[in-house]
């Protein structure tokens, strides 16, 4: 089954107005989207409106760092699923490690958000990942299996069918480390594995399973040839549109 390579620009909490406007134009004019892969940029809250009029005439996606998941309510700060549509919005990264450790999300509210994403008409991007300890331990397996069963068990059969994954090593991000590709396969696999064996052989297929942890110019072509590796979740190298623009335009 052929599965579209899908590469997501995760800018955090970097550019305003101005900076998130020039780097749409650069992008736009430097990247070259066909039908084998899509791309989409996660900017800040305060910008997605900004970027999506600058991105509306182009191929590249727009999506969130996160959302609510509830509709509306007394929830100061926050912003849901629906708010995130109506502004542009078709992905959302949901779970990423940095949510995980600084707001201590948990499995089940990570859940919570993936079928607010789902009914909202948002493709959730479900991060799963180890940190060193836990691999040093020999516990990635457990882990990601753990993650999985935590924030699916609720989820219905039919959203899940709409979940893409991203396994982000949580000790390569921001750290310069990179695992190397044939060791984001094999987690890769497992993920995959774990899909078809819970919702069956062709939903394993048909995921796409992204991966995240400093993905740069020199190593994306060594990933993108992996066999379960569909595409990437790319952190510090997207804040630079020359460099992201190499990534998108990966070798492969």
């Known amino acids: 089954m052929s599965r579209i390579p899908f590469i997501i620009g995760n800018w955090k909490m970097y550019k305003d107005a101005a900076e998130s406007v020039q780097f749409c134009e650069q992008l736009a004019g430097a990247i070259r989207v066909a039908g084998d892969r899509e791309v989409g940029v996660a900017p800040p809250y305060p910008v997605l409106p900004l970027v999506h009029q600058k991105l509306r005439n182009s191929r590249i996606r727009v999506g969130s760092q996160n959302l609510h998941p509830q509709k509306e309510g007394a929830f100061t700060g926050e912003v849901s699923a629906e708010m995130l549509v109506s502004v542009g919005c078709s992905f959302a990264i949901i779970g990423h490690s940095e949510r995980r450790q600084y707001f201590k999300e948990s499995d089940s509210f990570i859940g919570e958000k993936i079928q607010a994403a789902c009914r909202a008409d948002l493709d959730p991007v479900f ?20 993650q999985l069963e935590g924030a699916l068990g609720s989820v219905s059969h039919a959203s899940v069918q709409r979940i893409i994954v991203a396994y982000e090593p949580v000790w390569a991000i921001g750290t310069g480390k990179t695992a190397t590709p044939e060791t984001a396969q094999q987690v890769h696999a497992l993920v995959r594995a774990f899909f ?23 190593n994306v072509d060594a990933l993108m040839a992996q066999r379960d590796i569909d595409g990437a979740l790319v952190g510090g190298a997207s804040l630079n549109a020359e460099h992201f623009a190499r ?3 990966y070798n492969g």
């Open 196 to 218: 078809a064996s819970r919702y069956g052989t062709e939903s394993g297929e048909r995921l796409r399973i992204l991966y995240g942890g400093s993905v740069k110019p020199d």
């Open 247 to 249: 990534i998108v335009n």
């Open 127 to 146: 991060c799963v990942g180890e940190t060193l300890q836990q691999r040093e331990a020999g516990q990635t397996e457990s882990v990601i299996k753990s």
